[in-house]
């Protein structure tokens, strides 16, 4: 079942993080007092009044020019939630008021065209709440005060959010056809993949990493059996094409899983089983979806007798969850 995403997004330090631990109900995120805490995208399930929903934690995003490639990261890690989301928290800081970088968040996200709820963060008592109606300023329209560490006014904040997940359209889906959604890093070879099942040239195949920037639905018939073959990749952009994109293949995979009956993992074999493949493993393995391992890029690998049957052992090793696997 497909799940409407909800990504938090901000500043560094407003909050982002303990809002996120407060909607799902646990400490997932890291919080701390220090700006940058939060470097990759997370991602939970949560419910509110029996609508399901996957929130999306971001790292701050910050304009400061700067050889920082944390930070820089963080920044495109967070834009690439704003495309991918529903629905966007913008999370700002009560305490402080409007700061310049909220002007400049602020102005990306009125021309993104989705919806947005501005959170002021750090209302935490009734005095504070005249805090609130400076942010009136950012043109987002009404912001909701709330209090991420005492839980104040969260109900509020996601009655407003279901408003806006009740509008997002149900994908069209065959359900008689077997849906496979093929998952994994950016380059390790899910187009071409797709391409060798269905013996044509469907997708656009390209040694580029980021080469899909879309989910391609193909619909597809075997031996008498219906399947939709779902290819996703990291979505990227050719500005970037200098940056490490291991981390920004998640959310695209999030909206394949759950769509999905069963998840086909591929692991680029000169690689082996990276950081980033556990994580969208460990989505597919919580999601209950079917799973079957697929290792591309084996022609790569210099081969003994050995050779086979040790990295299968690495792979289970490193996927122990998933020793049903095949």
Not at 57 to 72: C, K, L, M, P, W
């Amino acid at each position: 079942m497909y799940k409407p995403l909800v990504a938090v997004v901000g500043r560094p330090n407003v909050g982002k993080s303990t809002l996120f631990n407060a909607i799902v109900k646990k400490r997932i995120s890291i919080v701390e007092d220090i700006p940058g805490v939060t470097r990759d995208r997370i991602y939970f399930d949560a419910e509110w009044l029996g609508q399901e929903f996957t929130m999306i934690d971001t790292g701050g995003i910050e304009f400061v020019d700067s050889d920082n490639h944390i930070f820089t990261s963080m920044r495109y890690q967070a834009e690439l939630a704003i495309r991918e989301a529903d629905v966007i928290l913008y999370v700002v800081d009560g305490k402080v008021g409007v700061q310049p970088q909220d002007e400049e968040i602020a102005h990306i996200l009125r021309s993104c065209g989705k919806p947005v709820i501005l959170v002021v963060n750090k209302i935490d008592s009734v005095e504070q709440e005249m805090n609130i109606y400076e942010f009136y300023s950012l043109g987002l329209g009404d912001p909701i005060g709330v209090s991420a560490v005492n839980l104040m006014n969260l109900g509020d904040l996601l009655d407003e959010v279901l408003k806006y997940i009740k509008k997002v359209p149900a994908m069209d889906d065959d359900d008689e056809a077997i849906h496979i959604a093929l998952v994994g890093r950016p380059n390790v070879g899910k187009s071409s993949l797709t391409n060798a099942l269905l013996g044509q040239e469907r997708v656009i195949v390209s040694n580029v990493p980021g080469t899909t920037r879309d989910s391609i639905d193909t619909h597809w018939s075997y031996e008498g059996t219906d399947f939709v073959l779902i290819d996703t990749a990291g979505m990227r952009r050719k500005a970037k094409i200098d940056m490490p994109v291991e981390r920004y293949s998640v959310v695209r995979a999030l909206r394949a899983v759950d769509r999905s009956d069963i998840a086909v993992l591929v692991i680029d074999a000169t690689e082996g089983v990276t950081e980033q493949d556990t994580k969208i493993a460990g989505y597919v393995h919580e999601a209950g979806k079917g799973c079957i391992i697929v290792v591309n890029k084996w022609d790569l690998v210099e081969k003994d007798s050995k050779t086979s049957h040790k990295f299968e052992e690495d792979i289970r090793r490193e996927l122990a969850f998933l020793q049903y696997a095949p």
